[in-house]
């Protein structure tokens, strides 16, 4: 066994060789090489195995034979019981932690040992060498062997290790052997201590910054000199991160903090130098063991989190601070009844009032808020909230979500929205009273059909009538008299018992003389002309035209304006006038019409257009 730094951490590490069999008979030759380095605070690990190289009994030496910088191995000794072999083997030490088997001409020997020096004074390692070559035991031998192994080419390259404490410190080597070498630093600062003589040498840097390093060499007649640059990066100046509060009961289970919290930490400091490391434990960022694996699931409800902040060139430099993962209950969202409106235009659709539930959500909490989502999840704009129509027809279900200003966390309840239809209210014809009097008034309406006619056969349905100045009627008269001379309404509304829901309609009651009563009941049919008509695309009144003209075939109407200009010529066959010329749509006004009928008739008068 030998210890002595093999990677070049400034650790001492173990090399050494035996068996992995309890029982070392002949018929064992599993004897291994085996490399353990030292990970710190006297923890090892096994890096670097040769097996079956048989070699038990044995004296093992480290020694820097290429002179790369890095220690090389030569193991002498004897091999399993019964036949007693002697072996020597010869290690190269590949610079990554690994050795390979190199050829070599030195004798096989045991019962002796091995040792390196530099004996014949040329800046390598020579082997002293001695011990016994066979049976029986008076050959004993005493060598020592020059080393013929070193690349006698010209030095190429720096060789630049860190120092194995925590602080600027540099280590120097050539890649190739020389007489002598002259260091300079590039580190003024540090007085006589910027150049060095050594051929290994160090130098323990006065700033954290990118300095030149030359190293002018001779070897025999050759005098050259070689430059590296060199970044001095020791460590970052670190933020105490900022507590991380989540949400109990929230859908975020696990945390990625190198995501979360590494850019916080290093305050700019680039990750390029650096790497974060995270712990649950001080021990364990200290030692650098149990690292956590992201994303990472906490366990506790509460719980501390420690960082390692360390530099990627050297891992014994580093330094450590936390945070906790706090856990903070989530505000309530208190539920909030269905919202109900009724349908105006039979679409399915309608305007609702959600900032009337902010309230009924919120409670008596406060330092929260409230938003709105549609059934796809998308945010409700504020400015909407008052006058938001449902997206779906009929009924939607929208999410209100509870906030708290202070953690961010929040909660959500759901708010149906339902549209519900109007009844619907038929159409009924125009009822006509006659005149005694020719006073307008009628007392003959017969209203004994109405509410049968608008209801249809529609259910659970309540009708209420109001009169022509919009007093509600306790009970509807039959007959009825009408309030307005000529031209009067009544209006019938029809109310859903179970939503509130209810639509309205116009029945429409026009006063005739009695003269006209009578000679309709008669022989003769009396045509007349309508006093107003209100093209407002209700159903009722749009058009106006001639009563019973359709008994005179052939017949001719004319609409004009007070001033005498034709707006409008149509037949008894027509719907009549709608109020329009040139497509435009005349004013409320008065208008004079002439009847042409068939049998050669002529008889006008006027009307009103009302909008």
């Not at 190199?102 to 040792?115: A, I, K, M, N, Y």
């Not at 190293?215 to 430059?227: D, P, R």
């Not at 056969?457 to 009538?465: R, S």
């Amino acid at each position: 066994m030998d210890i002595d730094d093999i990677n070049n951490d400034g650790l001492a590490d173990i090399v050494f060789t035996g068996s992995p069999n309890l029982e070392n008979t002949s018929g064992d030759g599993t004897g291994d090489f085996y490399v353990f380095a030292n990970n710190g605070n006297m923890n090892f690990s096994n890096t670097f195995t040769i097996a079956d190289e048989g070699v038990f009994y044995n004296d093992i030496e480290l020694g820097d034979m290429d002179n790369d910088g890095f220690l090389d191995a030569i193991n002498y000794g004897t091999g399993p019981w019964g036949t007693f072999p002697e072996i020597t083997k010869m290690y190269k030490n590949n610079g990554n932690g690994t050795f390979s088997n190199f050829s070599h001409t030195l004798p096989d020997c045991r019962f002796g040992g091995v040792e390196f020096g530099d004996f014949d004074n040329d800046n390598d390692l020579d082997i002293l060498y001695f011990g016994r070559i066979s049976d029986p035991r008076d050959n004993e031998i005493t060598y020592i062997y020059e080393n013929k192994l070193i690349d006698k080419a010209a030095p190429s390259d720096i060789v630049v290790s860190q120092n194995c404490i925590c602080d600027n410190t540099l280590n120097f080597s050539l890649n190739s052997d020389s007489d002598s070498v002259i260091w300079s630093f590039d580190d003024p600062t540090t007085g006589a201590l910027n150049t060095s003589l050594d051929k290994k040498t160090s130098h323990l840097f006065s700033n954290e910054m990118t300095y030149t390093i030359s190293a002018t060499y001779t070897k025999g007649t050759l005098t050259s000199t070689i430059k590296k640059v060199v970044n001095i990066i020791g460590l970052p100046s670190i933020a105490k991160p900022d507590d991380l509060v989540t949400c109990s009961g929230g859908s975020v289970n696990t945390f990625d903090f190198n995501t979360l919290k590494d850019t916080e930490i290093l305050q700019g400091a680039s990750l390029d130098n650096f790497e974060l490391f995270y712990y649950t434990s001080y021990n364990n960022a200290e030692s650098d063991v149990y690292r956590l694996t992201m994303p990472y699931n906490p366990q506790n409800v509460n719980e501390t989190i420690y960082s390692r902040i360390q530099n990627k060139n050297n891992s014994n430099c580093f330094v450590i601070t936390d945070f906790d993962i706090i856990y903070e209950a989530p505000p309530i969202a208190n539920a909030v009844e269905n919202i109900f409106t009724c349908d105006d235009n039979d679409d399915g659709f309608a305007l609702f009032d959600l900032t009337s539930t902010v309230a009924t959500v919120i409670g008596t909490q406060d330092k929260v808020t409230v938003e709105y989502y549609d059934n796809l999840g998308t945010i409700i704009p504020v400015s909407s909230l008052s006058i938001y129509e449902n997206t779906i027809a009929n009924s939607e279900t929208i999410t209100a979500r509870i906030v708290s200003t202070e953690t961010g966390c929040f909660a959500e309840t759901e708010i149906n929205l339902v549209v519900n239809p109007q009844p619907k209210a038929n159409i009924i014809s125009e009822l006509t009273g006659c005149d005694d009097d020719n006073d307008g008034i009628s007392k003959y309406f017969d209203t004994s059909m109405i509410k049968a006619e608008v209801l249809g056969n529609q259910t659970n349905i309540d009708v209420t009538f109001y009169n022509s100045n919009g007093d509600l009627l306790s009970e509807l008269q039959n007959p009825y008299t009408n309030i307005f001379p000529d031209s009067d309404f009544i209006t019938a509304r029809l109310t859903d018992r179970d939503t509130g829901c209810f639509t309205e309609t116009r029945v429409l009651l026009r006063t005739v003389s009695k003269i006209s009563c009578i000679e309709e009941s008669g022989e003769e049919v009396v045509i007349d002309g309508p006093k107003f008509f209100s093209p407002n695309n209700d159903g009722f009144h749009d058009y106006w035209q001639i009563k019973n003209i359709n008994k005179y075939p052939n017949s001719r109407i004319f609409i004009f304006d007070r001033y005498g200009k034709l707006l409008k010529e149509f037949t008894e066959n027509s719907v009549g006038w709608d109020g329009f010329y040139n497509k435009k749509a005349l004013l409320s006004d008065d208008y004079w019409y002439r009847v042409k009928l068939s049998n050669g008739q002529i008889f006008s008068g006027h009307f009103s257009l009302i909008r």
